[in-house]
């Protein structure tokens, strides 16, 4: 127990940063390198990608409740 709480405690310290970096200084700067229309496309790709994964999060809940 005390080696996860350890780890959550390094994790919780390390994930802000990262996420922060991630953003900033490499996801936005990679963006120039996409016309318009590919990011758009990425865009909707990921809605769809997103919309859909919480249908089957919810459906399989659900069904496992059923079962």
């Given at each position: ?12 310290s390390f ?18 390198y996409f ?33």
């Amino acid at each position: 127990m005390k080696d996860i709480i350890s780890d959550m405690k390094i994790l919780v310290s390390f994930y802000p940063k990262h996420i922060e970096k991630e953003d900033k200084l490499f996801f936005i700067p990679c963006m120039d390198y996409f016309t318009d229309i590919e990011k758009d496309k990425m865009i909707n790709e990921m809605w769809e990608f997103d919309k859909n994964m919480i249908h089957e999060k919810y459906t399989n809940i659900v069904e496992e409740y059923e079962r």
